[in-house]
């Protein structure tokens, strides 16, 4: 940086105790510039962006080859000030007075105050791996004739909201184990296993139930495993790394020809883990829990779960205001001209593994088989709505009483159910300025 320059940065205000933001959510903060003397400027922008890049070697005899691949998600750039327009979707912004930013400044502070929104489709969250990584920065940038441009950023924490539309993440996962037991242990064991669903919010319980039926000569023992797995994708090859987030045992089990033992098991999800990134083209983030008998001189009989993680409700609410600002960018860099919300948890049926079974969701019940009764859904009594209580054709029936919003029905049975999303009246106050450190990495296993 020049003698001139004497220091340029960009800094945003927290909207929560965690300081992330999400989907929709307005992100304000300042561009502070030092300089020594009179400074005549080309241009001064902020812009903010969100990327995934993936980059190793890998060596093949004696060579070696790199493997690397980018995904933007969206860039916009806002000038103070701007000599000649480059694109003609730019915009320039205006002091709090309303008059344009003057080229030439003088000695000293000047402070240059923004206001972004981050559009409401769902982007993967923010996270840095060992060969990869999704970061969301502002970057401030200054042009001058004959000089260096002088360029600061920062990267803040971006968490999409928790999208639950998808049944399969509330459905039951079960799977069933046989094994018949050689050389050094006679009989036979078996286990039916089975978790309440398959998505889960940082710190909750995970609910294993396991149905264990010890045939053996041996004591065996059900070990509970959950473990991430890091996928990174560039030019048709792909990158993995596993490593065990904990291990937890359950109490021996003798040998014994009656039923079957059940035992249930409920591990912690620690509040620290990365949620699920399914919505990446180059880098995925996925986790399992892996259940087992530890049979003694004997291979381990095993089952595995697809396990989402899911992010906690943000404190920040999503603003209704346009987005037409951003430019959504696809897979290949070129921009569309509207892009479709991007599903956090991703497409029906890709978690299914081989062998794994859940009941379907019947919109209607059987044929002769009238489903629960009415009043059960009702308050204490309160013996519910009356079996007519859908209007005849060409009758809207009363105001609002029949509105998606006042009555989503029960789930599955009328489509699926209508989310509210709230949403942030303003964006928020400046703050005193302030650097915020940047997160740090996330540590990794190989």
């Not at 906690?312 to 897979?331: H, I, P």
Request: charged share 20%; proline share 13%; with cysteine.
């Amino acid at each position: 940086m020049s003698l001139t320059v004497k220091n340029i940065s960009v800094i945003y205000n927290p909207i929560n105790q965690n300081n992330t933001f999400t989907s929709g959510d307005f992100i304000s903060g300042q561009v502070i510039l030092d300089v020594a003397k009179d400074t005549k400027m080309q241009s001064l922008s902020v812009k903010i962006k969100g990327k995934a890049e993936v980059c190793w070697t890998e060596r093949h005899g004696k060579n070696t080859v790199v493997y690397s691949d980018k995904e933007k998600y969206y860039s916009v750039e806002k000038f103070f000030v701007q000599e000649e327009k480059t694109h003609g979707n730019d915009q320039t912004l205006k002091d709090p007075a309303g008059q344009p930013y003057p080229s030439v400044v003088k000695p000293g502070r000047h402070v240059y105050p923004f206001t972004f929104q981050l559009p409401l489709q769902h982007f993967p969250p923010t996270f840095k791996g060992s060969v990869g990584k999704i970061v969301y920065t502002l970057e401030t940038k200054l042009s001058r004739s004959m000089r260096i441009s002088s360029k600061a950023k920062a990267e803040f924490h971006y968490v999409p909201s928790p999208d639950v539309s998808n049944p399969e993440l509330m459905a039951p996962q079960y799977a069933t184990k046989d094994k018949q037991m050689k050389l050094f242990t006679s009989g036979s064991v078996s286990m039916n296993i089975k978790t309440e669903k398959m998505g889960y919010y940082l710190g909750e319980g995970l609910k294993v139930l396991a149905e264990v039926q010890n045939n053996s000569s041996r004591t065996i023992k059900p070990k509970y495993c959950l473990y991430e797995k890091h996928s990174f994708f560039a030019r048709g090859k792909r990158r993995l790394h596993t490593h065990e987030l904990f291990k937890e045992e359950g109490e021996p089990i003798e040998p014994n020809p009656n039923p079957s033992k059940t035992v249930t098991k409920v591990l912690p999800i620690p509040p620290s883990l990365p949620i699920s990134i399914l919505n990446c083209r180059i880098l995925k983030v996925e986790y399992r829990l892996r259940v087992y008998l530890d049979v003694p001189y004997a291979s381990d009989p095993e089952i595995k779960f697809p396990i989402v993680i899911l992010p906690l409700q943000s404190l920040s609410a999503a603003s209704s205001a346009t987005n037409s600002d951003f430019q959504v960018w696809n897979a290949y860099g070129n921009p569309p001209q509207s892009a479709p919300p991007l599903n956090v948890v991703g497409q029906p049926g890709q978690f299914a593994a081989p062998g794994h079974y859940r009941p379907p969701f019947n919109q209607f019940p059987a044929p002769g088989n009238p489903g629960p009764p009415l009043s059960q859904y009702s308050a204490p009594g309160y013996p519910g709505p009356p079996l007519n209580q859908f209007p005849a054709p060409g009758y809207p029936g009363p105001p609002g009483q029949f509105a998606p919003s006042s009555y989503a029905g029960l789930p599955g049975q009328f489509g699926p159910s209508v989310s509210h999303q709230s949403y942030s009246s303003a964006p928020p106050p400046y703050l005193d300025y302030q650097l915020y450190p940047q997160l740090p990495d996330h540590p990794e296993k190989s």
